[in-house]
């Protein structure tokens, strides 16, 4: 736990409570979208027809042979459509599509009385298709100039005159390979509509609004017409932001033609085949550094694979590019972005929503230049971090950085970082076949919206007469805690127990007008949104209980208030609204504020590899967690831990394979499930993990955080995972023929490590190989994830 301590007169801010829904969860009371289907009498269900080829024209489509299949009530084509046939927020992603854009591509979807009926009424359809040329990885799609999208640029001070004055000058490139979300639950929706033409959708959505938004679009309904409710979701990790709008959209057309309810939920294969991923992208760079290794130039175009649309690649590119510096101040930056168009998945939100793949450009730069220079990684790394007041590349003062710097220090010190590391060398130095690596890493991370309109939320409170509290707002709840937060908020802001206080779903017709619960940002907005209720609320009851002070000279209880409030025809509800102050963004010149503060991490990690096979060990893991003055502690370190180990998976383990043969099934996803894809599970976790989050400050008005002094947690923590990836670089190091740790003798460098990412096993070994060879130049036979980097050192 942080240690922090309990604010005098706050009941419930600070303590270190279980999930509110934790007993629910594990004994399997909570319901989620599926379960309500299961139980909803005459539901129909929902079933693809997927194309077999990555890019095709369909020529014919006869549901026919369908409709002669027992139970089948209806095939639902564009024909049956009544509004706009798209799904997509840039109107790109026709709903029922006549050009096929990934295989796998649902080009109808049939609805029967069962879900096998559904199932071989999908296979019946029949469908004609023209094939047409499939662009599948980056490297074609860059060949091709295969693009979709804004193109931008991200520039501050002189890049040239920076490269004229820097002592030695590396330059490379490498790509970094997606990552599947593989929640729990997969894409689930159930619609159904009332006597009166209501539509109502329960959805397993991040974003219910949207989903509103988009399901209106396509009935050719105004949003009033169509409710949305989100009870819980078993996990979106940001792939429940977008992807769900056009599934809803399907569950709503069959229930408005059929008059029943509808089911749809996706197949864990199908899931995998349909729903888009993180972004992986290419990386092209150079960087200049002074004779002592600090930043001096940073030039790099920045290659994301945005899949067959848009969705939201363009803030993703943006945030990767606002985040390629992470912690390290460079005085000169030129980094431009772009967009590639594949016949894949349209790939999408992912926690951390870019700034992953980003700050990993400048981690994979630094930990390939500590070999070429023969600094230190840890040293070179600290010289580099950010300074109280200086400036971001896009032009935003980085406050509070003295967190980050007590971070590190706290990290060195819990970790023993200086004697294992003299304990490492000399372990490396007995052991030929068995090295072992340790890295520490910073982690900064701007928390808003890019989109600065999305920094808003809403609330409503109602107090009841018997004085319980009633909750709703624009947030929802994917396991990461958020209603536990809210609870905590709701309880603090009024001064009751907890358990007076309670939580609705969310719904559209309580809350409109939401953002999505994304971007780290539903603790800060909703929380400072129910805030604002309670004390709209607090200040009505205000005078009612001065007079009742002054009638008994004793302080009312607030049972007793509220009721006297009530027989006064006092209001006893609230609509909370905040908007996150000081933001601003130039998305065209990519310049501004565009984030309310930054959250601080480090983490230290230690490896050991074997030199026979590239198989490794995460011994240990140490963290230290800025979240300002914590709203629930247990909750946070679990956020901690949680984001911690999706990031290991996407940078160690988790390797997203395509079919790019020329044969029938190109484009075909491989890696289809959890047979094929590698999660990390308990035998991946590091042997000892320790998480602390960062006290207080000394001046705590001072830190730029958010309410009630809290900070951000769901997305920095994953970026902590990078000094895994930079302990293997430096075990792998350990294995060059001049032995020890490296031809530089310092501690922490060797060789120049060229790693692929995910750096799975087999791509260690081929690291290990390069280095024994002395070449500095590892090979993969994965051509999605193969580091392609030359380093120079030395004056370009």
């Known amino acids: 736990m942080s240690g922090l301590p309990r604010p005098a007169g706050r009941p419930a801010i600070g303590d270190p409570r279980p999930h509110e829904a934790a007993a629910a969860h594990v004994t399997g009371r909570a319901l989620y979208t599926d379960d309500v289907a299961l139980r909803t009498h005459g539901v129909l269900h929902a079933h693809p027809v997927q194309a077999p080829h990555a890019h095709a024209r369909v020529t ?65 359809v029949e469908v004609d298709y023209t094939p047409l ?12 100039e295969s693009f979709q999208g804004a193109r931008p640029r991200l520039e501050r001070g002189d890049v040239d005159a920076g490269f004229a004055a820097s002592a030695h000058v590396l330059e490379g490139s490498f790509e970094m390979a997606g990552q599947e ?15 009166d033409g209501q539509v109502f959708i329960d959805a397993s ?14 009935l050719g309904l105004a949003s009033h017409q169509v409710t949305v409710q989100c009870l819980r979701m078993g996990g979106a990790f940001g792939g429940k932001e977008m992807q769900p709008h056009g599934l809803a959209a399907v569950a709503a057309l069959g229930a408005v033609l059929t008059g029943r309810p509808v089911r749809l939920r996706l197949t864990r294969a199908q899931d995998m085949t349909m729903s888009g991923k993180r972004h992986g992208f290419a990386a092209t760079w150079r960087v200049g550094l002074d004779a002592e290794g600090r930043l001096q130039a940073l030039e790099a175009t920045l290659t994301s694979d945005g899949g067959w649309s848009l969705d939201l690649s363009e803030p993703v590119l943006s945030r990767a590019m606002c985040h390629v510096d992470n912690a390290y101040w460079i005085p000169h930056v030129r980094v431009d972005g772009r967009i590639a168009r594949t016949h894949k998945t349209s790939q999408t939100a992912f926690r951390g929503f870019g700034g992953p793949q980003g700050m990993l450009v400048i981690e994979d730069i ?3 230049a500590a070999a070429a220079l023969g600094i230190d990684a840890a040293e ?22 003295g967190r980050l710097h007590r971070a590190w220090e706290q990290v060195l010190t819990s970790a023993s970082y200086d004697e294992r590391r003299a304990a490492i060398t000399a372990h490396n130095a007995a052991h030929p076949h068995r090295k072992r690596g340790l890295a520490i890493t910073p982690v900064k991370f701007g928390i808003s919206f890019n989109f600065t309109a999305f920094n808003q939320a809403g609330a409503l409170v109602h107090v009841y007469k018997d004085g319980s509290v009633l909750i709703n707002h624009g947030g929802t709840e994917m396991g990461q805690g958020l209603h536990t937060k809210m609870l905590q908020v709701a309880a603090t802001a009024l001064g009751l127990p907890i358990e007076r206080v309670r939580l609705a779903p969310t719904r559209t017709d309580k809350v409109p007008n939401t953002s999505a619960t994304a971007a780290s940002s539903g603790a800060d907005l909703n929380g400072a949104a129910i805030r604002d209720a309670c004390e709209q609320v607090l200040a009505r009851l205000g005078p009612v209980a001065d007079r009742l002070r002054a009638e008994t000279g004793q302080e009312p209880a607030w049972e007793e208030l509220v009721r006297a409030a009530y027989l006064s025809r006092i209001q006893l509800w609230a609509a909370g609204y905040y908007r996150t102050p000081g933001l601003s963004w130039d998305m065209v010149a990519m310049r501004g504020n565009p984030f309310k503060y930054f959250a601080y991490g480090v983490a230290a990690a230690e490896v050991e590899v074997d030199g026979f096979t590239g198989a490794y060990e995460v011994r240990r893991v140490d ?6 003055a914590s709203l629930s502690p247990q909750i946070d370190i679990g956020q901690v831990e949680g984001g911690f180990t999706q990031g290991l998976g996407w940078l160690t383990l988790e390797d997203l394979r395509w079919d790019t043969g020329d044969g029938p099934g190109r484009g075909r996803l491989a890696t289809n499930g959890a047979s094929t894809y590698k999660l990390p ?16 400050d000394p001046e705590p008005s001072r830190t730029q955080a958010a309410v009630y002094g809290s900070k951000a947690v769901g997305e920095p923590p994953v970026m902590l995972a990078f000094s895994v990836r930079e302990a293997l670089r430096d075990a792998i190091g350990a294995f060059a023929a001049t032995g020890g740790t490296g031809g530089s003798g310092a501690p922490g460098c060797g060789p120049v490590v060229e790693l692929a990412s995910p750096a799975t096993p087999e791509a260690v070994w081929w690291a290990i190989e390069a280095a024994r060879a002395g070449a500095g130049e590892g090979e993969t036979d994965d051509e999605t994830s193969t580091s392609e980097v030359s380093g120079t050192s030395g004056v370009a």
Request: aromatic content about 4%.
């Open 133 to 144: 040329p499939a662009i599948l990885t980056l490297d074609e799609a860059i060949a091709a």
């Open 681 to 696: 599970s308990l035998s991946e976790m590091p042997a000892e993990l320790n998480v602390a989050l960062l006290g207080p």
């Open 205 to 218: 959505t991040q974003h219910p609004s949207e989903t509103q938004e988009i399901v209106a679009h396509v």
């Open 60 to 124: 014919r489509l006869d549901p026919a042979p369908a409709l002669q299949v027992p139970g089948v009530v209806r095939v639902l084509t564009a024909a049956d459509v009544p509004g706009v046939n798209d799904a997509g927020i840039k109107h790109d992603e026709p709903l029922f599509p006549t050009e096929v854009m990934f295989h796998g591509h649902a080009v109808a979807w049939v609805l029967g009385e069962t879900l096998e009926a559904a199932r071989l009424g999908a296979s019946a």
């Open 366 to 368: 630094l930990g390939r």
């Open 623 to 628: 963290i230290v967690h800025d979240v300002g």
């Open 181 to 195: 979300h593989f929640y729990l639950e997969t894409h689930a929706s159930l619609a159904r509509v009332d006597d």
């Open 380 to 401: 070179l790394r600290r010289r580099n971090l950010y300074g109280e007041e200086q400036t971001t590349p896009y032009g935003q003062t980085v406050h509070d950085v």
